[in-house]
């Protein structure tokens, strides 16, 4: 275009001078725009150092090829037996059990027939063995989607009803994940909000959610229990087992990311208006006398004059203590009566649900770090949700952070810190958020470590959340469904944790931590979380060995040894030898798996040849500077180094955007989208050299279609008798290779 004005300038020069435009103008105006196109070209030349992105949108099929990792489930679910908790981990009656898990979000568990047939089959495919069914008891949707029909009826007067055709779809979505060996974990109260349709005034100046009311809230906690009973008691046509006798529950939550302190400490509670701040000032003043029997030793005990007590204390209307009060003797009491208020909520839930319900499936009451650990190891086991850079707020303002957690893996130590010593320890929520560009590490990273802790379940947050269960793009930032970057490596999370091909680390780091000092820290610091931090550890340490919290009532001794340290090491490996976090180049990190059937790489090349053990690897550019890569050798038979024959998978990926979607800048870090743009997802190719040790003449490798099925073959090279050399490229349009040795 530049070069077009050029000539037509040059042409009409004459003209120009007739216009009495000076000779030296036109030389300026050429010379600008000579400097635009040259711009221009320099531009381009940056943006065509990559070859183009190119549609791969992952099948919604579960074809029998190499990315198929259903071999991997125990069919039907709960054949073995219901789940149970024994020496801190889940058991069956065949022994030991894993839970690689995946979320379904509102709507999303309530398929069609045809569509819980094929979401059955692509799961199984993925090596998903257990689905969290979240969010089912309110209308899903947000800023982005119109909301959709959950469990309850569509009803003008009442949220109670279960509705028979939602019904109907979860009883048969079950059904079909039971066959295909996968459990469910039943998720009991997350977002019904009460309202006035069942006598509940206030609804505008409660809680988001009724968080924290409905731990202390009479009414609130008999619906939970009614809700409870109408689901759990319910018989599936399908299985004809009431999901209280149904071994294909793996587990049943109570109320998620829910509890009092949490509310209390956001300062809901001190906004709440009648009755429900009258309700709770009722039972702390009911708690206060069950403590002291008299004014003369609540005032001896809270260091006040006995008249500043007298009237309030006879009348029972001492009011709640502001979250925002300084620290005293009185308000150290008012957080033992929360404590004591949220262990009769949770206890009492419990008891219900196993005594008057009969549910055998092992139960949990709430995340950690939204409450006492303490109250939480009294169920049957312990849960904890993260994310890595999590979007907010999540509305039109949103923003995320668009960096890579390789340089830090602060999520991953800082989860195995909080674990509870000899409790089942579950991570029933964990994400990249899209349009993070490094999404596709964090699944693995959770396996990974997942496995080398010993954790009893992991899972990603979430599959999906709509009734659209074939999409070609990515509409919401938590759903996996589309996402191929983070799709492509889901088999090797399989092989990583439900295979165990990551081995459980050979030595542990327990922490000890004494409760009434850890609830001093409560009442003065405002927070319930605690990890192997708190007891002076380095939370790296987690990163090397098992490491879990030891809650205990009796009095710790400081730790002494230098070796609770990691310092400056710039190279941190799991006991294992197993997982390596290299940050020898800053800013410039990587992580590898190293294991006899599953190797992976993620993080920044930075031109460096990665050594796998029998496998070496070298990525070339890519548009991040960053790319995963794994290895899967879909039978446990090795890499080709000892012989053996091996069906290998090997999944490639750098950049993944919906088509026409647009990014805006908005800080040194943080992006948010501006378009989402539309289907289809596009992708990056890697390029990479893959030396194996094995012998080109018994070595092929293909492209892989979006179905894993083979489309192109790949050549490969000798470089020895017992070495092959194998080059990916953009030009393939996959980001899926199979890789065969005879």
């Known amino acids: 275009m530049a070069a077009t004005l050029i000539n037509i300038y040059v042409k009409d020069y004459n003209h120009i001078k007739k216009c009495n435009i000076m000779k030296r103008e036109l030389v300026y105006l050429c010379s600008l725009l000579f400097l635009c196109t040259h711009l221009s070209c320099q531009q381009n030349q940056r943006t ?14 579960g074809p029998d090829n190499v990315t198929n990792m259903s071999h991997l489930l125990d069919a039907p679910a709960g054949k073995y037996g219901f789940i149970r908790a024994e020496n801190g981990h889940f058991v069956n009656d065949f022994g030991r059990v894993w839970l690689n898990g ?39 949707g947000n800023f982005l989607q119109q909301a959709e029909q959950g469990i309850f009826t569509k009803d003008t007067t009442t949220q109670r009803n279960l509705d028979s055709i939602q019904m109907d779809k979860l009883d048969y979505m079950i059904a079909q994940f039971k066959k295909k060996g996968i459990y469910v974990n039943i998720n009991l109260h997350v977002a019904r909000k009460m309202d006035e349709r069942d006598g509940f005034t206030g609804v505008d100046h409660r809680p988001h959610l009724d968080k924290g009311v409905d731990n202390f809230y009479p009414r609130m906690i008999e619906l939970q229990k009614e809700y409870a009973r109408d689901l759990l008691t319910h018989i599936n046509p399908y299985t004809n087992l009431a999901y209280t006798d149904d071994p294909c529950v793996a587990m049943v939550e109570i109320n998620n990311e829910n509890a009092l302190f949490s509310q209390y400490f956001a300062g809901s509670i001190d ?6 701040i009258l309700e709770l000032q009722n039972q702390w003043n009911e708690w206060i006398h069950g403590i002291y029997k008299t004014v003369d030793e609540l005032a001896h005990a809270w260091s006040v004059n006995k008249e500043e007590l007298e009237n309030n204390f006879n009348e029972r209307t001492i009011p709640t203590v502001e979250i925002n009060s300084d620290y005293s003797k009185m308000r150290r009491d008012f957080y033992k009566f929360i404590y004591d208020v949220e262990r009769n909520y949770w206890n009492g839930m419990y008891k219900y649900l196993k005594d008057n319900l009969g549910v055998r499936s092992i139960i949990s009451g709430t995340q950690l770090r939204y409450t006492s650990p303490f109250i939480q190891a009294d169920l049957d086991y312990v849960d904890i949700h993260s994310y ?4 907010g707020p999540i509305n039109q303002s949103w923003e995320i952070d668009n960096i890579s957690m390789v340089n830090s893996l602060t999520n991953i130590h800082e989860m195995a810190g909080q674990r509870v010593d000899n409790k089942p320890f579950t991570v029933s929520e964990y994400n990249h958020p899209f349009p993070n560009q490094y999404g596709a590490e964090g699944q693995p990273m959770l396996r990974a470590y997942g496995r080398l802790q010993d954790w009893d379940g ?15 793009a990515m509409t919401y930032f938590f759903d996996m469904i589309a996402r191929t970057d983070v799709l492509a490596h889901m088999p090797a999370c399989a092989t990583i944790y439900l295979r165990g091909d990551v081995r459980t680390a050979k030595e542990s780091v327990i922490a000890k931590i004494n409760h009434t000092a850890y609830f001093d820290s409560l009442a003065i610091l405002k927070r319930a979380k605690i990890g192997i931090e708190t007891a002076g550890y380095d939370p790296r340490l987690s990163l090397v060995h098992k490491t879990s919290v030891e809650l205990t009532e009796n009095p710790v001794e400081p730790i002494k040894s230098e070796s609770e340290v990691i310092g400056n090491q710039k190279i941190i490996t799991s006991d294992t030898e197993e997982l390596t976090w290299n940050m020898e180049r800053t800013d410039a990190g990587y992580w590898t798996v190293n294991t006899n059937n599953t190797k992976l790489f993620t993080g920044f090349p930075d031109a460096r040849i990665i050594d796998l053990g029998g496998i070496k690897l070298e990525i070339g550019d890519t548009r991040l500077g960053w790319a995963t890569v794994s290895f899967v050798s879909q039978n446990a038979t090795g890499f080709g180094e000892s ?7 090997l999944a490639a990926t750098g950049l993944m955007e919906n088509k026409g979607m647009a990014i805006q800048k908005t800080s040194q870090t943080k992006i948010k989208l501006t378009d989402w743009g539309d289907g289809p997802i596009y992708v990056e190719g890697i390029p990479a050299k893959i030396t194996l040790l094995s012998s080109a003449q018994k070595t092929k490798c293909y492209s892989l279609d979006n179905v894993g099925n083979r489309k192109k073959e790949v050549p490969v090279v000798k470089v020895n008798e017992n ?20």
């Open 48 to 61: 065509d150092k990559f070859a183009p992105l190119f549609p791969f949108v992952i099948s919604y099929d």
């Open 102 to 140: 995946t979320n379904l979000t509102g709507s999303a568990n309530f398929p069609s027939h045809d569509q819980a047939n094929r979401l059955a089959e692509r799961l199984a495919r993925f090596g998903i063995n257990c689905v969290r069914l979240h969010y089912m008891d309110a209308n899903y």
């Open 271 to 276: 906004k709440l208006p009648a009755p429900y």
């Open 388 to 391: 890595w850079r999590h979007p």
């Open 458 to 472: 992991v899972f990603q947050y979430s599959y999906n959340n709509r009734s659209d269960f074939e999409p070609d």
């Open 643 to 649: 012989g053996n024959p091996a069906n290998i998978l």
């Open 723 to 742: 070495t092959s050399e194998i080059v990916i490229d953009p030009k393939y349009k996959t980001v899926w290779y199979e890789i065969e040795i005879k």
